[in-house]
């Protein structure tokens, strides 16, 4: 079973005229593409609703009640608790988006002022207004670097931000040299997002 990168757990809903249905989490938060999101069933006999939803699949994660939606598009995602009948208990929508992060290098803005230091301790930091706290992850690119006419590109995947060996294969960075960071792709457990690429310049 996937795991997902969301952890959940206050409580919300809807009633309906017949049968009480509440889908339980934190809040009611976006989903995000590609990004499970897990959320629990409250009622009575909730083990024998049928789950289904219009944007991706749904899988039960054990037998009390929890399940986890996948959406697959950008959008909305509805997720419809129906019983046996086929009557509809609760529909609920969801707004699907791609999560934002944002890398930057410690060290560097869009200039590399101090290439000494750059080349010893720069470091890739991740934001994303929508994580908190600690996480693993690691960054794959290609680093071009462009001097007098030359390019040479070097492969690269970065431990939670750690490019220590930038100095090994860039063994000289000259004013006016520019470095690209392409081809970014940031993998978070067995997720992976695209993010843009970085240009810099010596001075």
């Given at each position: 079973m996937k795991k997902s990168l969301?952890?959940?757990?206050l409580l919300f809903g809807l009633f309906c005229s017949?049968?009480?249905?509440?889908?339980?989490?934190?809040?009611?938060?976006?989903?995000?593409?590609?990004?499970?999101?897990?959320?629990?069933?409250?009622?009575?006999?909730?083990?024998?609703?049928?789950?289904?939803?219009?944007?991706?699949k749904i899988e039960q994660y054990n037998s009390d009640c929890t399940f986890v939606v996948y959406p697959e598009n950008i959008g909305i995602a509805k997720i419809k608790v129906k019983d046996k009948t086929g009557k509809i208990l609760l529909e609920e929508p969801y707004k699907v988006r791609e999560i934002e992060f944002k890398l930057s290098i410690i060290g560097a803005n869009?200039?590399?002022?101090?290439?000494?230091?750059?080349?010893?301790?720069?470091?890739?930091?991740?934001?994303?207004?929508d994580f908190s706290g600690q996480f693993s992850w690691k960054c794959q690119f290609e680093l071009i670097h462009i001097s007098e006419n030359k390019i040479i590109t070097h492969s690269y995947i970065s431990e939670h931000g750690s490019i220590k060996t930038l100095k090994e294969k860039?063994?000289?960075?000259?004013?006016g040299d520019i470095l690209v960071f392409h081809k970014m792709k940031l993998l978070i457990g067995e997720y992976q997002f695209d993010t843009s690429s970085i240009v810099l310049t010596a001075e």
């Amino acid at each position: 079973m996937k795991k997902s990168l969301i952890v959940v757990f206050l409580l919300f809903g809807l009633f309906c005229s017949s049968q009480e249905v509440i889908i339980k989490q934190d809040r009611k938060s976006d989903l995000f593409k590609g990004v499970g999101f897990p959320f629990s069933l409250i009622g009575k006999n909730c083990e024998s609703y049928i789950i289904t939803t219009d944007n991706g699949k749904i899988e039960q994660y054990n037998s009390d009640c929890t399940f986890v939606v996948y959406p697959e598009n950008i959008g909305i995602a509805k997720i419809k608790v129906k019983d046996k009948t086929g009557k509809i208990l609760l529909e609920e929508p969801y707004k699907v988006r791609e999560i934002e992060f944002k890398l930057s290098i410690i060290g560097a803005n869009k200039n590399v002022i101090d290439i000494e230091y750059f080349l010893n301790f720069s470091r890739l930091d991740l934001v994303s207004p929508d994580f908190s706290g600690q996480f693993s992850w690691k960054c794959q690119f290609e680093l071009i670097h462009i001097s007098e006419n030359k390019i040479i590109t070097h492969s690269y995947i970065s431990e939670h931000g750690s490019i220590k060996t930038l100095k090994e294969k860039i063994k000289s960075l000259n004013r006016g040299d520019i470095l690209v960071f392409h081809k970014m792709k940031l993998l978070i457990g067995e997720y992976q997002f695209d993010t843009s690429s970085i240009v810099l310049t010596a001075e």
